[in-house]
């Protein structure tokens, strides 16, 4: 039991055992045994704090938030019936019915006031049970609703991170060099690469502050950052993209996979044109987007780079986030080879 549940119990007890107990004394007729009243509310008081600490720690946490109303229901039900009789077995109804031997006892059959009665007498259990059961349920919204709240700050937060780091300065810096060089030797690729960088500055800028974007979209970024780092070398790079031209009429959160590609380019040390290599893949349907990226691992393994990115750690938050329970990330480092697989279902 953990301590904030403990101390509710104990409040719930203090409180609806010490009214039901006192309220027996404070309505007792002038001319009864004041020890009497005084021990029927001792009696009352241990059956209220039978009924509470069934309800908090039992009932409440076994059955009803466990979205099985209907039982809860019925079990507090009969939790009450089932006090209420121990603690005025001699007042139930039925027992005229027996003697205190176990036999049956042939007297009159009980009134249907002796039933009302009863039903009066139940009432410090049920009021108890509902009380209780009423205060718990709403801390239980209340702590839901702090939970949500943090998640959706903690979501916040990561997409700060990712907004302020969507574009890595060390490739921007290196893409600005390569388009100058082109510009330079005059060659009639720079026009095109300029609008590649400007399309991407335009999509991070803009297009990204929605919650999801078109695909294409998404994939148009992928290619053109493919496109323009592979100007850092004019012999041409050993890299493979295999990007599905006409991507059906779907949205995905922005900048999902451009990471895993930055990460390849960083880490797979694809200027070595003999051992270093990149493969790329994306397809997608309505309902499902497979994307897997692998890389080559050059000897000697590499030094992480802190120059800038999102970071695969981030990346893989941000999926938990949003896409709770609907994608599958697989990472997989082998000594040769660096390996990423990612499964995303679209259907919420």
């Known amino acids: 039991m953990n301590t904030s549940r403990t101390r509710s119990t104990w409040i719930h007890i203090l409180f609806w055992g010490t009214l039901w107990a006192i309220i027996p004394i404070l309505l007792s007729e002038a001319g009864e045994d004041s020890t009497r009243a005084m021990m029927r509310g001792v009696i009352v008081f241990f059956g209220v704090a039978l009924v509470v600490w069934l309800n908090i720690n039992q009932l409440l946490p076994n059955f009803f938030f466990e979205r099985k109303e209907a039982l809860y229901i019925l079990l507090g039900l009969a939790l009450v019936v089932l006090v209420t009789?121990?603690?005025?077995?001699?007042?139930?109804?039925?027992?005229?019915y027996f003697t205190r031997s176990g036999g049956r006892n042939r007297g009159p059959r009980p009134t249907v006031w002796k039933y009302f009665r009863y039903i009066y007498?139940?009432?410090?259990?049920?009021?108890?049970?509902?009380?209780?059961?009423?205060?718990?349920?709403?801390?239980?919204?209340?702590?839901?609703?702090?939970?949500?709240?943090?998640?959706?700050?903690?979501?916040?937060?990561?997409?700060m991170?990712?907004?302020?780091?969507q574009i890595n300065p060390h490739f921007l810096f290196n893409a600005l060099n390569n388009i100058y060089s082109l510009a330079v030797l005059k060659?009639?690729?720079?026009?095109?690469?300029?609008?590649?960088?400007?399309?991407?500055?335009?999509?991070?800028?803009?297009?990204?502050?929605a919650e999801q974007v078109p695909l294409k979209r998404e994939v148009e970024y992928l290619r053109n950052f493919i496109?323009?780092?592979?100007?850092?070398?004019?012999?041409?790079?050993?890299?493979?993209?295999?990007?599905?031209?006409?991507?059906?009429?779907v949205k995905v959160a922005p900048m999902l996979f451009v990471p895993f590609?930055?990460?390849?380019f960083k880490h797979s040390r694809v200027e070595d044109l003999e051992k270093g290599w990149i493969?790329?893949?994306l397809k997608a349907d309505d309902s499902t987007i497979r994307f897997q990226v692998s890389n080559s691992v050059p000897e000697g393994g590499y030094t992480k780079d802190k120059s800038g990115g999102i970071g695969l750690e981030n990346?893989?938050?941000?999926?938990?986030?949003?896409?709770?329970g609907r994608h599958k990330l697989e990472i997989n480092q082998k000594p040769d080879r660096f390996e990423v697989s990612l499964v995303l279902d679209l259907n919420e």
Do not use: Q
Not at 187 to 209: A, F, H, I, Q, W
């Open 85 to 96: 009789a121990f603690v005025y077995w001699d007042h139930a109804p039925w027992a005229e």
């Open 187 to 209: 060659s009639e690729r720079t026009p095109d690469n300029l609008l590649k960088l400007s399309g991407m500055l335009r999509y991070v800028l803009y297009d990204c502050k």
């Open 315 to 324: 990346v893989r938050r941000r999926l938990e986030l949003l896409y709770p």
């Open 121 to 159: 007498m139940m009432m410090p259990f049920f009021t108890a049970f509902i009380g209780s059961a009423m205060f718990e349920i709403a801390g239980f919204a209340n702590r839901v609703a702090r939970e949500a709240a943090t998640i959706k700050s903690e979501k916040l937060e990561t997409e």
């Open 279 to 281: 493969k790329i893949s």
């Open 227 to 249: 496109d323009l780092s592979m100007l850092k070398d004019s012999r041409g790079l050993n890299v493979e993209a295999e990007l599905e031209e006409n991507v059906p009429d």
């Open 261 to 264: 590609v930055e990460n390849a």
């Open 161 to 165: 991170k990712f907004l302020k780091s």
